[in-house]
């Protein structure tokens, strides 16, 4: 079992900035993909960002490129998507993911394991 605790969601303006970060437990980190989804009110969870064990490999959806960035730390079992540049569309629970794999998991239902979530409110 993995563990997964997701923090940093809070209000900020439109243009501002914010850091979610993801702690992990429970197993060893870096032998997990990790991955990062939003869900807004009245639609589906989506894909937002996603890295490979190493962190040497990352992936995006096309509507955050330039924007977010997702890193990770496994000496700290910490994965982190930092958030430029925020428009009131990235309003959102925030959700980060966890996938026992070797490369790159892109969808929702290849993760086996989910954080609680944190809510990010982007006003206009």
């Known amino acids: 079992q993995v563990q997964l605790v997701e923090s940093g969601g809070g209000l900020v303006q439109a243009g501002g900035s914010l850091r979610l970060s993801c702690a992990a437990s429970?197993?060893?980190?870096?032998?997990?993909?990790m991955g990062w989804f939003r869900q807004a009110p009245g639609k589906e969870r989506e894909f937002v960002a996603a890295?490979?064990?190493?962190?040497?490999?990352?992936y995006y959806t096309g509507s955050v490129k330039g924007r977010f960035t997702i890193s990770r730390d496994n000496a700290k079992n910490t994965v982190y998507l930092q958030m430029n540049s925020l428009k009131p569309e990235d309003t959102a629970v925030y959700y980060c993911?966890?996938?026992?794999?070797?490369?790159?998991?892109?969808?929702?239902?290849?993760?086996?394991?989910w954080g609680q979530g944190t809510r990010v409110t982007i006003s206009s």
């Open positions: 993911a966890a996938q026992l794999s070797r490369g790159v998991v892109l969808t929702t239902r290849a993760y086996d394991y």
């Open positions: 429970g197993r060893t980190f870096s032998n997990y993909a």
């Open positions: 890295i490979s064990w190493s962190g040497l490999n990352t």
